[in-house]
């Protein structure tokens, strides 16, 4: 059974970075075919897919913030990072960090159900 868990500071100032950590239980970040991303969910909308990082360390962004986010990994902890850069207060939002089925990569949730694995989200508020 694969478990998910995101940290990181729940507040954060506008212009500053966001950062998230995932950390992986029960299944390893470099096992073949297997896609790990970042969503999160504004209050009131649907979730958004934000990147995903792949078995093999390749990163996909999605379009529409591509430039301000960066995700990475830390094979030797078993855990994936999310960045994003100059945040908003429309970066509120609770952040979710998920694992797809082997050899896909869900880019358009209307459900967590859509992904295998996922954790229990983090609230992080963009405020000063």
């Known amino acids: 059974q694969v478990q998910l868990q995101e940290s990181g500071p729940g507040l954060v100032k506008p212009s500053q970075t966001l950062s998230l950590t995932c950390t992986v239980f029960?299944?390893?970040?470099?096992?073949?075919?297997?896609?790990w991303s970042w969503i999160r969910q504004p209050p009131g909308k649907g979730l958004e897919w934000m990147g995903v990082?792949?078995?093999?360390?390749?990163?996909f962004y999605s379009p529409s913030l591509k430039n301000r986010t960066s995700i990475a990994r830390d094979t030797s902890k078993n855990q994936f990072t999310l960045q994003l850069r100059s945040v908003t207060p429309e970066d509120t939002a609770v952040y979710y960090c998920?694992?797809?089925?082997?050899?896909?990569?869900?880019?358009?949730?209307?459900?967590?159900?859509?992904?295998?694995?996922w954790g229990q989200g983090t609230q992080v508020t963009v405020s000063s």
């Open positions: 998920a694992r797809d089925i082997a050899g896909e990569v869900t880019t358009t949730p209307r459900s967590l159900h859509d992904y295998e694995y």
């Open positions: 990082i792949g078995y093999n360390g390749f990163t």
């Open positions: 029960g299944g390893s970040l470099t096992t073949d075919y297997y896609y």
